[in-house]
């Protein structure tokens, strides 16, 4: 409640009085620890995830390898964030400065519970920052033990709090007077609300919000790597994830030769018990959602998209998983640009394959939507394959492979999908704020 949200504030408010007092190499000292932590107690942490989450475990040490990363990367820019130093006639001079901004807010989605609070944390602790962070309400758990991990390296008490709740605490944090700045991952009809919360308080915001991403297959790529990039760009994760491209245009030619492929490799993909090593479908994540996703299905079938594999809600044979939120992974053929399932975000197991003739019109087609987080391409053409993604309006744009995240890289959308960056070096300046400085070497020339 609005209390404790007051109380996780001022906590990182006195902890940051500390913390920004610090030199960059004692920022990543401190990081440097907490990212070791997590390797060390990786299995542990997915496992948690898993539970969290119902993601494969398997992809669950995926995402906490991107964590710890994630804290290694910024710790390793701590120390070199600086300023620049400018001569000014006279001998006078002016130079600037990169200083934290205070207590900022991390406000996270169910999706990659732990990977979003590392990826919002360690640019902002890097920097000097404290932060409280919320995770979603459907995964609490993970977060803690960030929390945790933090404390054990190092950082002074509250620096990274996580405060538990839904909407009405992610709203008192965005409204509280202390806090200095949102970074929130979600809805887009969530961030825009966040945007509104926030601007009362002039405090910048970074949202990195919901996808219908297309990817491009030419007819000239390499079969095997595209049909392998369609399945990394649908069922990561349930296909819960926001940068998925999940309107697969295939060039005619080798439209039936793909989706063959594309359906037979669907079919194999095992679902199950998340816990297990080989499993690699686990469930979604509530019931809700689930119907939520099976209803799309029903509404493509009744708009014309044939069902080509999947969709269908799945009772595992281990009696013990028969509750779980499972179904099978869907790809559908026959779509056309103008059905629901190719126009609104799924967020769950659902490929939608488009065909397309012609680079111009596959171009159009991609960018006639309001949303922009990612797009691939698949062409063993090189200049065609930069002068596609130069047309793509997307944040993050892949060329012949798919949702690979380097924390090296910047991530984030356009259009409607959000915008500012999570990782890569540019973050540094959504986790900060410029400070100039003007220094008069002669004798103050007055107008007066
Ligand atoms: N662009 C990206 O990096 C990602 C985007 N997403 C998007 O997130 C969505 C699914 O995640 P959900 O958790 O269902 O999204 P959501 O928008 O319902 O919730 C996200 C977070 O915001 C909080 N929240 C809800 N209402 C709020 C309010 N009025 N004020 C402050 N906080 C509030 C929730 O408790 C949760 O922690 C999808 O649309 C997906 O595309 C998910 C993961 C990554």
Redesign the pocket.
């Given at each position: 409640d609005k209390k404790e949200v007051d109380l996780a504030v001022q906590s990182a408010k006195a902890a940051f009085k500390i913390w920004r007092k610090k030199s960059g190499m004692e920022r990543s000292r401190i990081l440097l620890e907490a990212a070791r932590i997590i390797r060390e107690r990786k299995d542990e942490i997915a496992t948690v995830e898993t539970i969290n989450n119902g993601k494969s475990v398997f992809e669950a040490r995926l995402d906490i390898d991107t964590s710890w990363q994630c804290l290694e990367y910024y710790a390793g820019l701590a120390a070199s964030m600086g300023g620049e130093h400018v001569q000014l006639p006279g001998g006078s001079f002016g130079y600037t400065r990169r200083e934290p901004l205070g207590v900022c807010v991390g406000?996270?989605?169910?999706?990659?519970p732990f990977q979003?609070a590392s990826w919002k944390s360690a640019p902002a602790l890097a920097c000097g920052n404290a932060m409280v962070f919320?995770?979603?309400?459907?995964t609490p758990v993970s977060t803690l033990l960030l929390a945790e991990i933090y404390t054990e390296a190092g950082v002074p008490p509250g620096l990274f709090n996580v405060v538990q709740?839904?909407?009405?605490?992610?709203?008192f944090?965005?409204q509280h007077r202390d806090v200095a700045k949102v970074s929130?991952?979600?809805?887009?009809?969530?961030?825009k609300?966040?945007m509104e919360?926030a601007s009362k308080g002039v405090k910048p915001v970074t949202?990195?919000?919901?996808?219908k991403s297309p990817l491009i297959i030419f007819s000239d790529c390499d079969i095997e790597n595209a049909v392998r990039g369609a399945m990394m760009a649908n069922f990561l994760t349930q296909g819960?994830?926001?940068?998925n491209g999940t309107r697969v245009f295939v060039q005619r030619e080798i439209l039936d030769k793909f989706t063959e492929e594309v359906v037979k490799q669907t079919k194999k993909i095992k679902i199950g018990d998340p816990l297990e090593e080989d499993t690699r479908m686990g469930p979604l994540?509530n019931r809700s959602?689930l119907q939520h996703v099976l209803g799309f299905i029903e509404q493509a079938k009744n708009e014309g998209a044939k069902v080509l594999c999947g969709g269908d809600l799945c009772v595992p044979e281990d009696p013990k998983l028969k509750d779980g939120y499972y179904m099978t992974p869907c790809v559908l053929g026959n779509c056309k640009d103008g059905m629901t399932c190719v126009k609104e975000?799924i967020?769950g197991p659902v490929m939608s394959i488009l065909s397309f003739d012609t680079e111009a019109e596959v171009l159009e087609r991609a960018n006639d939507t309001n949303f922009g987080?990612a797009a691939g391409v698949f062409t063993r053409d090189i200049q065609r394959a930069h002068r596609v993604v130069a047309e793509l309006q997307a944040g993050v744009c892949y060329i012949n492979n798919y949702n690979v995240s380097p924390v090296e890289l910047p991530?984030?959308?356009y259009k409607m999908?959000?915008f500012g960056r999570?990782n890569g070096r540019v973050t540094i300046e959504y986790y900060s704020q410029l400070k100039t400085i003007c220094v008069e070497m002669g004798d103050v020339e007055s107008v007066f």
């Open positions: 406000i996270g989605a169910w999706n990659y979003i919320k995770p979603s309400p459907f709740g839904g909407a009405a605490t992610g709203q944090l965005c929130f991952t979600g809805s887009v009809p969530t961030g609300k966040i919360l949202l990195e919000l919901g996808g819960e994830v926001c940068c994540i959602h975000e967020f987080l991530f984030g959308g999908s959000g999570e």
